[in-house]
Each structure stands twice: as C-alpha cells, then as structure tokens.
C-alpha cells in the first residue's frame, strides 16, 4: 500500500514547509519592524496630515518683522486640487503663523518692494499687485499684467522703480511711475534673471546657454559676460554686485567675476550629472554661498566663496528643499516641501527654528 | 577518540545571506512607502508598474505582493538548505547577489 506509507513523508514535507514560511515571515516582520521603529514614526506624521503643504517662497520683511511665506497645499485625499496661500510667520517660529485671506487671488510668487512692509505679488492669472502689509484691511492693489501664463517669477530693483515678472514664455519689464510694460525678452531660462544692485542692469540667462548682462530700462542687450556647457536652473547675485553663481541643470555650480565674466570657481558633483535642486544664495558679505547639496535635495551645502571649499552640510528637511536665502542680519533660512522653514545656526549646521505651516481644514 | 567535527561557517554564511535577502527586500518595500505618491512615475518593473497601475495609483497591491514574495521567496531557499546545504548556500548566494545589485542600485540612484 504505497499510498498509506507515503502519509507521514507528506506530513514532514508540510511541517518543514510550514516551519520555514513561520521562520521567513518571523524575520519579514523582524526587519519590518525595525525599519519601522527608525522610519515610521515620521512617516506617519506624513500620512495621518490631511493636506500636504509646500512653502515656495518665503521673503524676510526686516529686522523684528515677521516673514511672508507663499505656499500651497493639496489634500492627500479628495479632488480639490492644489490652494495657494500667503501668511505671515513669525521669524522666532514659536507662535502659529497668520494666514492672509486674499479673496480672488491665487498667489505663484512674490518680490520685495523698496518701501517697508510692501510686496508684488504675482498671480497664477498673469496679474501682478502690489500689497502694503501694514494696512489693517489688506488690499491688493493691481500693478500690471502680462499674458503669457502664470508669474512665475517676480523680482523688484532696489529703489522699487523696475518690476520683472517671468511668465511661460516672456521676461517682462514694467516700470513702477506708471505700471507700463517696457519690454519683454523671448528665451529667459525659468528663474534665471537678476537685477544688479549697482547698475540699472540685469543679468540674464538664456536659452542659448549664454550669461547677458541687459540694460533695464530698455531690456536692449549690452554684452555677452559668458557661455555655459549645460543649461541653468537659477543664479544669484551677491549683495554688492560682485559674485555670480550659478547653478547648471547637470549640478554644476559656478562662480563668476559678474563684471568680467570670468570664472573665480567651479564644482561639477562627483556620483550624478544631475541636479540635486536650483538653490542659490549668498550671505550679506558674500563671503558664503548656499546651494542645493550633493547627497540630495533634502540637504543644502555651505560654500566658502573665496576658496570654493564646501564648508558645511545642513540636513534637517524631510522633503525636497525649494528654496533659501540669508536675511540682512545674515540668518540662513530653508523652506521646502516638507511645509516647514528651518533657520540655521552655522557654525553648527544644526536647525535652530523651525515654524511649520499648517493649513486649517476650511482652507485646505 | 576522533569525533565529526562540523565546520560552523557555512551555516553563518547562509544565515547572513538569507537575511541580508530579506532585509534588501523589506528596505525596498519601505523605500515603495517613502516614495509612495511618485512611484507611479518612477517605477522601473514592468511587473511593479502593472500592479500600480491596477491598484489605481497606489502601490499597497505592490507592497503586498512584495510582502507575499519576500516570505515565499525566503521560506523556499530554507527549504533547499533543508534538503541539500550545498546547494541551498549556492542559490542564497546567487539572490543576496542579485538582492546586492537591488540595494546598490537603490541606495545610488
């Protein structure tokens, strides 16, 4: 009876096969949950938060001011799309901040305007306005408009009198006395125009993978200061006009004489030819640079300016990283994906103040 | 009197290797979790994308299957190394090669 003699070494079969699943599942949670105790714990805050917010700019007002921050959120789930909104943040990022109901007005971007406490605002319609934060009854005021998409970037000259305003496809120029557009330029690459703070000029790159310096008034092109190998993802311009760096698409970044064009330094990464995000700014000395680290987009890299030397790794953000810039007391400050704008102590590279945005359930 | 005597480090050997399979599986998995609301886009197997896809977006079937295959998968080469050491140790080895490969490849990328 071959059938009754082959039952026990069925049995064994089953038990080995049975012990071994017990054991490869015992070790599948073992790792799961070890994993889970490093990781989790952030990672359920992340899925249990109802909407998921993005800060994207966010402009320092001054000393003992608060910031205003632009961001956006979306709820994880449902169909509402994605809200925009502006409020003011404490910068010591112990108290909640305000939030600014502005009726109508879905705002993509914002520049600092010369008096105290006065924005532009730029609309994801093409509009752009002009706030004035100390008015009890906030009012933005419409400035210009342009009608080529969204503005996506907005920058101010240092006496106020010249706004640019980037759309999809066109770098406006308006003057202030009487919001006229002066000109436009065809082939700006996104985000990547700076205004000198010495000259009526800008900085422009363009698509061509040219660096040119433009006059303001006229947006009349007035020299070539230099050529890239890759495309850029942004520039800045220190404080004193001096230092430009630039921050290529293949993750290069590179310091020019802004007067000359010449090349003081440059840094290609060393593990991908690929950006790790378009982070640009210097200190108010200008002796340092932060941008975008090398390890990730949730990390920023401190530069010496003068040696190129890469002085100091600032990790703190759970999420990409979309922007930074020092204040003028020369506090470095990061917002990002993660909702939250971190200031930096670095000496130590560790964050000192966090201020988180929060979206209440009616706003989401 | 001469005894067998049992050299211990093949069984070290395969034990490291099973569980280092196991472990570059579970780190994808959480790795599928962190990158959960991008994975649609940025998935490279065409099984793991089928699977997005069918689960409207969201990568839990994935995780499930993950989850399903890693037990299966660790289960049968402890069988193998039940019925011959030798050729259990040779297939451990080949996966926490390939599982090697997986982890450079996530933790580079």
Not at chain 1, 6 to 18: A, I, N, S
Request: net charge neutral; glycine share 8%.
């Amino acid at each position: 009876m071959p059938a009754r003699s082959d039952v026990p070494g069925q049995c064994q079969w089953l038990t080995r096969l049975l012990a071994a699943a017990v054991v490869s599942l015992t070790a599948v949670l073992f790792f799961v949950g070890l994993l889970g105790i490093v990781f989790l714990p952030a990672e359920a805050r992340r899925i249990f938060n109802a909407h998921c917010v993005s800060v994207t700019q966010c402009i320092d007002l001054g000393a003992r001011r608060p910031l205003l921050a632009l961001s956006w959120s979306m709820e994880r789930t449902g169909n509402t799309g994605w809200k925009h909104h502006l409020s003011l943040q404490p910068s010591d990022g112990r108290s909640p901040g305000q939030e600014l109901q502005l009726e109508n007005l879905s705002p993509m971007s914002l520049a600092k305007a010369a008096l105290v406490d006065h924005v532009f605002i730029g609309d994801w319609c093409g509009a752009i306005y002009s706030l004035d934060l100390q008015q009890a009854e906030l009012s933005p005021q419409p400035f210009a408009e342009h009608n080529d998409g969204s503005v996506a970037a907005l920058a101010a000259s240092a006496d106020g009198e010249w706004v640019l305003s980037q759309g999809t496809d066109f770098l406006h120029g308006f003057q202030r006395s009487d919001s006229q557009e002066r000109w436009q330029l065809y082939d700006v690459a996104h985000n990547c125009f700076v205004i000198r703070p010495d000259a009526l000029r800008v900085i422009i790159a363009n698509r061509r993978k040219e660096i040119v310096e433009i006059d303001l008034a006229t947006g009349r092109t007035l020299r070539t200061l230099a050529r890239t190998e890759h495309s850029l993802l942004n520039m800045a311009l220190d404080a004193e006009g001096n230092k430009l760096a630039l921050v290529g698409a293949d993750g290069c970044i590179q310091l020019l004489d802004s007067h000359t064009g010449k090349t003081l330094w440059s840094w290609r990464p060393r593990r991908q030819q690929i950006a790790a995000g378009r982070i640009a700014a210097f200190s108010p000395s200008g002796k340092f640079l932060v941008t975008a680290a090398e390890e990730g987009s949730e990390s920023l890299t401190l530069w010496n300016t003068a040696t190129g030397q890469q002085l100091k790794k600032l990790q703190g953000h759970t999420s990409m990283i979309i922007g930074a810039a020092f204040d003028e007391r020369g506090m470095l400050r990061s917002w990002g994906s993660d909702g939250t704008i971190r200031a930096w102590d670095l000496n130590t590279g560790l964050t000192t103040r966090v201020a988180t945005i929060t979206v209440p359930p009616s706003a989401g | 009197m001469p005894t067998d005597h049992v050299p211990r480090w093949p069984i070290a050997l395969f034990v490291s290797l099973w569980l280092f399979v196991i472990f570059v599986s579970v780190f994808d998995g959480y790795l599928a979790v962190r990158y959960r609301h991008e994975l649609h886009k940025t998935e490279r197997n065409p099984l793991g994308r089928l699977l997005i896809e069918l689960n409207d977006g969201q990568v839990w079937l994935l995780l499930a299957a993950k989850f399903i295959g890693t037990v299966a998968a660790a289960a049968c080469i402890l069988l193998l190394y039940g019925r011959s050491r030798r050729l259990g140790l040779t297939i451990a080895t080949v996966v926490a090669g390939f599982q090697l490969c997986l982890f450079l490849f996530l933790l580079l990328t």
